[in-house]
């Protein structure tokens, strides 16, 4: 195997904490409390280490990494080292004077997550009252502070129907993106896949939308669009393949190499708190094992695509399979195709609760 490239991206989970609960959160099952979250020192030597490693852009994220205190320190310490600094946010604990200090401290992008065009069904996304209210008015912040604004909007069966809606809400809010993704099944998510998985017919008409859009905005709104895998032949490349592009740091300084490895069993993914993320991304045995194409099974090993998806996604392959080094089952090739199958069933069935996501304790449930 050659040597691996440097990382391009970073994305830095400040905290686990955030103010909604949304279903199909990214974040684990097993959430961090507040106090195992890495201190601001830590998180300064590592952006550092991340600018030297030749990382140039990073992403703060969480939860909702305005939980922190200490963000404009980090986004001022990013950008001196050379990052290009961006926020991935709820937007619902910010405002003004807060903005204010994130621009001083040279913040150069904002990705604003909406649930729903529709306040009352977004409010229960959410599983927050007002929440969508919160965001329009801080949306019209970042476009006041010049700031470029991307909207995130993550779709499935219960918002689908209005992404014209959508897309037309960050027509209207100046975005100069919007990040039509659909829901991915893990962590909580796989948790919530019954309510939230979509019919082939709606994805089609979903897809039909984002085209349409895509011609009549072109030069004015950037659609990127995200389909999920459970309709796919070929699987995606997933985070552009297993330690070739980017970095994830937990709260706790875990590094992973996407923001659901934690939940792969049998890795000792290295912290930040023992290892430099130079040792980390070249020499660990984690960023290693699924590195390249040496580790893959047949048929992906002697597959014409094997460096163009890089065999898909270990997460979904151990979500679905219980095997992280099994063919992704996204991948028609894949002998567990079937699993996809019965999945899909579920997309035909009522559409059941929510759990929403919470740190600690028993899963909360609201009527869908
Ligand atoms: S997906 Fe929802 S709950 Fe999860 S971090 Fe983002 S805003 Fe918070
Ligand atoms: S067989 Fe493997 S490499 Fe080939 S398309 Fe499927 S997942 Fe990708």
Redesign the pocket.
Known sequence: MSAPQPPLALLAELSHRCPLRCPYCSNPLELERGSAEIDTATWLRVLSEAAKLGVLQVHFSGGEPLVRRDLAELVRHATAVGLYTNLITSGVLLDRARLAELVAAGLEHVQLSFQDAEAASADRIAGLERSHEKKLAVAALVREAGLPLTVNAVVHRQNLERLPELIALALKLGAGRIEVAHVQYYGWALANRRALLPTIEQLERATAVVEEARTRLKGVLTIDYVVPDYYAR??KACMGGWGRQFLNISPAGKVLPCHAAESLPGFDFPSVKEASLAEIWYGSEAFNRFRGTAW?PE??RS?E??EI?W??CRCQAFALTGDAAR??PA?A??PDRELLTAAREDAAAPAGDFVYRQIGGAPARAAS
């Open positions: 070929r699987p893959m048929p992906c597959c695509r094997r998806d065999g898909g063919v992704d991948c090739f894949s």
